[in-house]
């Protein structure tokens, strides 16, 4: 990961500044490397660390620094779930990256962002976020490499399908994990593949498909495990434990969710304590034992309300009314109803009236078990109505992304053909001075570094058509520019294609030989000579006729000449041959 250049110290800075500024810098690439992993196994200590980044900046007085050390607290913060304080940290550090343009800070408030609004009930603004994330990766202002961008995507595809799944879209949920999953898998991070494969998991178990939920939860949970990913392992434990009371086997669900509770409280995960606190309740709740739910539950419930997790809250109030009887269980669901209903929550919603349609009519009260299912009916028409408009939102940025790939693909190929035409002569097709340059340059270098044993030579030719000058005078420079041209195709006709020809300017051509010794150079270069004075220029205008000139010289074992000095000798080849009577070859 590239970090910022360390800065000159300023006028009146103390001396030892630039030193402390270094190793400043040295310290935060390795804080934010640890950063990075202890946000996967210990909320606790990534909380310290990103505290010990905040620091540094101070320090290094670097935007760059202090955008990164931002989004690493934020995320630090969400881990823990301290959201208010994380939200305003994140939108800061996000200003800043976007500023900066610096993908790597931006993918991370998006991603935690995207996360921690799912998390109090804001899917609207969740979404938001993750097609934020999907749109940067065609943003031109922000060019990603190839793994960057799959790093983007797979973590966009994941938190959109974490709040399809959470609205109760199944099948969009999964199509999101799917195309999470292609990207992970050309990536080389274990904890979130993990991840990926735990969440497909559990859609897999909503659509009842249960042998391959247990499958991706086997391979994710093995996965987290071999690398050490605790936030990854609690997923796949919890997955793995629905997974195994939907198949009817509680008495290996258990272990999982005793395991759960005791990784999470360990690292300080609270959401993941609540995952453990619901999941054994349910494993009572379906053992038929929901006195024994009720603790779990009543912890659970403090620890949602002390941390402001409203989902898990709402959930919590949920499983308590699936524990208790008569008003007891009508009190607890209306108290889910209001907060689901409070923070928009529409599947939480549309659960809880059922769940009260269900506790009236056991109750016999009919009246308000047929005003509970209505209410039903109505919540879950609204959601799917919002569902469709989110559709229409993430199809509508997909093609405004596609369409943003296609143009800066075309502005690509553009740029391209622009710096190719800078390279080239437009009269001939030849390459010009400017594109003969590099290629001199390097084949200069690949001769100059060869063992000569090898026999590894280069030769440059100097040629010049002969009373060129006449031939514009006497004919018009429109048959000059075609005596240009017949003559470039002449050149290129005759030379290898390893060979570069170019046009220097004017009449005069550079034609460079790798691999070619000055005794081999000579009799081919007399052979083009040969193919410009038989050509039927005639045909081109009567009378007429062409004839080149050439100077060939070699680069000389162990000589280091510049590029211009090469060109100036066999220059003076070439002049050679005009003084000795034109239409020759002159080695040199």
Not at 65 to 82: F, I, K, M, P, Q
Not at 363 to 389: K, M
Request: charged share 20%; with cysteine.
């Amino acid at each position: 990961m590239s970090e910022p250049t360390v800065q000159h110290a300023q006028q009146g800075q103390p001396q030892q500044a630039q030193p402390q500024r270094s190793q400043a810098q040295a310290a935060f690439a390795v804080l934010e490397a640890e950063l990075e992993l202890a946000l996967q196994q210990d909320a606790h200590r990534a909380l310290q660390l990103a505290r010990e980044a905040q620091a540094l900046v101070g320090v290094l007085a670097d935007p760059l620094s202090a955008a990164r050390a931002g989004s690493l607290l934020g995320a630090a913060l969400y881990t823990r779930a301290e959201y208010t304080e994380a939200e305003v940290v994140l939108g800061q550090a996000l200003t800043m990256s976007e500023q900066l343009a610096d993908a790597t800070a931006q993918r991370r408030c998006l991603a935690y962002l995207g996360y921690l609004t799912h998390a109090c009930g804001r899917h609207a603004e969740s979404i938001t976020y993750f097609l934020r994330l999907i749109a940067l990766v065609h943003s031109p202002g922000a060019p990603l490499g190839a793994e960057d961008a799959r790093l983007h995507q797979a973590e966009a595809h994941n938190g959109l399908s974490m709040v399809y799944s959470h609205l109760g879209d199944v099948a969009s949920s999964l199509e999101h994990q799917l195309e999470a999953l292609a990207a992970q898998r050309q990536l080389s991070y274990p904890g979130r593949l993990s991840m990926n494969l735990a969440n497909i998991s559990v859609d897999y178990r909503e659509l009842g498909q249960l042998s391959e939920s247990e499958r991706y939860c086997q391979e994710a949970l093995s996965l987290a495990r071999s690398v050490g990913d605790i936030r990854s392992e609690t997923v796949a434990l919890y997955n793995l434990g629905l997974t195994y009371l939907a198949q009817g086997r509680p008495g290996e669900a258990g272990p999982l969710f005793e395991r759960l509770l005791e990784l999470a409280r360990r690292a300080g995960l609270t959401r993941r304590v609540m995952w453990g606190l619901h999941g054994l309740a349910e494993l009572h709740l379906v053992g038929g034992q929901p006195e024994r739910a009720q603790p779990y539950l009543q912890e659970a419930l403090s620890l949602s309300q002390a941390s402001a997790l409203r989902s898990e809250e709402v959930d919590t109030w949920l499983l308590l009314g699936r524990t208790q009887q008569g008003a007891a269980a009508v009190a607890s669901l209306e108290r889910a109803l209001h907060l689901a209903h409070e923070h928009g929550n529409l599947r939480a919603e549309a659960s809880a009236r059922l769940a009260l349609a269900d506790a009236h009519e056991a109750a016999g009260e009919t009246g308000p078990a047929l005003a509970q299912l209505r209410a039903y009916l109505s919540v879950r028409d609204q959601r799917e109505g919002a569902l469709t408009e989110q559709r229409a939102q993430v199809l509508a940025v997909r093609f405004g992304a596609e369409e943003s790939r296609r143009e800066n693909e075309r502005l690509q190929a553009h740029a391209s053909q622009m710096e190719e035409t800078a390279h080239r002569d437009l009269l001939t097709g030849l390459l010009n001075r400017r594109g003969l340059e590099p290629q001199l340059e390097a084949a200069l270098a690949q001769a100059q570094a060869m063992n000569t044993s090898l026999g590894k030579p280069l030769c440059l030719a100097v040629l010049d058509l002969d009373n060129f000058k006449q031939v514009n005078d006497r004919y018009s420079h429109q048959v000059g520019d075609e005596v240009l041209r017949a003559a470039a195709h002449l050149l290129l006709a005759g030379c290898r294609s390893s060979d570069v020809v170019s046009r220097y300017g004017g009449e005069e051509f550079v034609i460079l030989l790798p691999g070619t010794s000055l005794d081999a150079a000579a009799p081919r270069l007399e052979e083009l000579r040969c193919r410009v004075q038989q050509y039927p220029w005639a045909q081109l205008q009567p009378g007429l006729t062409v004839t080149v000139s050439i100077g060939v010289t070699q680069l000389q074992v162990g000589a280091h000449p510049s590029a211009s000095a090469l060109i100036a000798a066999a220059d003076a080849c070439m002049y050679a041959a005009k003084r000795e009577g034109r239409n020759r070859v002159v080695a040199g």
